[in-house]
C-alpha cells in the first residue's frame, strides 16, 4: 500500500500489521532515548489546512522518533492565504523532496485528489478530510480498544462499540464504523434524527436514536464532538437539550457494564456531549488514545515509507 487514504481500504490483515507494528514501536516510548534511525534521510511534510493538536502534533512526534526530517506547514501564514492552489502548494512539496504528505483539508476529498492526481510522487496520508475519514483516528481507538479489551487477540471479534453524537459531521465516524466492522467488532450508531447522514441504513452498523437503550450493551463507548463549526442550521433545540438526551454523565456511565471504557477523540466539549466528571473518571481513556496516536502514526509512517526494522537496534 502506498497511501493511507480511507479506513475503507484496509483489509483486516493490513490493519492487524498496522496495530501490531504500532504495539512494537509503543515499546521505543518507555526507553530513555525515545529515537529509531527507521526513517533517517526521508522527509516528511505536515500539510495542515485546518487546525489541529492531536493529529498535527502527534504526527511530528511520530516522524521524529522514526528520525524522519520534518516540514510543517499550515495554511495560515503560507502562501494559500495569497490563492495558491492545492496543485501549486502540492508541486512545491514535491520539488522540495517529501516522501510522504499528511493532510487536513477541510475539503472531503482532498487526499484523494492529492494522491490521484499525480502532483505528488510520495505516500498521501488523510489527516481529516471535511466530514469524509479520518483512517488514522481509527486506527488508534483499535489500537486502544484492543489492549483494553481483547488481551493480546489481533483483531476486535465480538467487541461491543457505540458511537454517539454528531455522526453527520464526523469524519471519526465513518472512519471507525469501516475498521471497526472489518476488525470483527459489533457497532451501534447513537444519534438524534438531524445529526444522522444520509445513506446511514447503508453503513455496516445497527443505528438508534435511543442511548439509554444502547449504552448497557456496549464494552466501549466513543462520544463524538458536537461541531458547531460545521453546522449552518440549528440541529437541536439547545445545548442542555442535547446534554439531556445524548450527553454522556455519571448516571448514563453507571448504566453501562462495569469493565466497558469511554473514549472521544478529542477536542471535548465538556459538559456538552460528555460531562467533566466522566471524562476525568478512570473509565476514560481518552489520554491514552493521544498518546496511542503517536505509536499508531509510527507505524503507517514505517509501513508506508518501508522503513527497515533491522536498524531498530
Ligand atoms: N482527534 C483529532 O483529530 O484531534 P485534532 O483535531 O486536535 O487533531
Redesign the pocket.
Known amino acids: 500500500m502506498k497511501h493511507l487514504l480511507s479506513a475503507g481500504d484496509l483489509t483486516r490483515d493490513d490493519a492487524v500489521l498496522i496495530l501490531d507494528t504500532a504495539s512494537e514501536l509503543a515499546t521505543v516510548t518507555d526507553r530513555s532515548v525515545k529515537k529509531l534511525p527507521t526513517l533517517r534521510g526521508r522527509t516528511v511534510v505536515n500539510l495542515f489546512f485546518?487546525?489541529?493538536?492531536?493529529?498535527?502534533?502527534s504526527f511530528e512526534v511520530a516522524a521524529k522518533r522514526l528520525s524522519a526530517d520534518v516540514i510543517n506547514f499550515a495554511a495560515k501564514g503560507s502562501s494559500v492565504s495569497k490563492g495558491e492552489s492545492l496543485k501549486d502548494t502540492a508541486l512545491t512539496l514535491e520539488a522540495i523532496g517529501a516522501d510522504a504528505v499528511v493532510i487536513?483539508h477541510g475539503s472531503s476529498g482532498a487526499p484523494h485528489r492529492l494522491a490521484r492526481a499525480g502532483w505528488i510522487g510520495g505516500s498521501v496520508i488523510n489527516?481529516?478530510d471535511g466530514t469524509h475519514e479520518?483512517p488514522t483516528?481509527a486506527l488508534l481507538d483499535a489500537f486502544t480498544l484492543r489492549r483494553h479489551l481483547c488481551e493480546g487477540r489481533g483483531d476486535l471479534t465480538g467487541i461491543r462499540v457505540t458511537i454517539v453524537g454528531d455522526v453527520l459531521h464526523s469524519r471519526?465516524a465513518r472512519s471507525n464504523v469501516l475498521l471497526l466492522r472489518t476488525l470483527g467488532a459489533h457497532v451501534t450508531v447513537v444519534a438524534p434524527p438531524t445529526l444522522l447522514p444520509l445513506g446511514i441504513s447503508a453503513w455496516p452498523c445497527d443505528v438508534t436514536y435511543d442511548i439509554d437503550s444502547a449504552l448497557p450493551e456496549a464494552d466501549a463507548v466513543m462520544m463524538l464532538r458536537v461541531q458547531g463549526e460545521r453546522m449552518r442550521a440549528a440541529y437541536f433545540p439547545s445545548a442542555n437539550e442535547y446534554s439531556r438526551s445524548y450527553g454522556l454523565d455519571a448516571e448514563r456511565l453507571r448504566a453501562m457494564r462495569p469493565d466497558a471504557i469511554v473514549m472521544h477523540?478529542?477536542?471535548m466539549n465538556r459538559g456538552m456531549e460528555i460531562s467533566a466528571d466522566v471524562a476525568d473518571s478512570d473509565r476514560s481513556v481518552i489520554v491514552e488514545q493521544v498518546a496511542n496516536g503517536v505509536s499508531v502514526r509510527m507505524a503507517v509512517l514505517y509501513l508506508l515509507l518501508g522503513g527497515d526494522m533491522k536498524g531498530q537496534g
Open positions: 485546518e487546525d489541529s493538536t492531536r493529529t498535527r502534533i487536513r489527516a481529516g479520518h483516528q471519526v477523540p478529542g477536542p
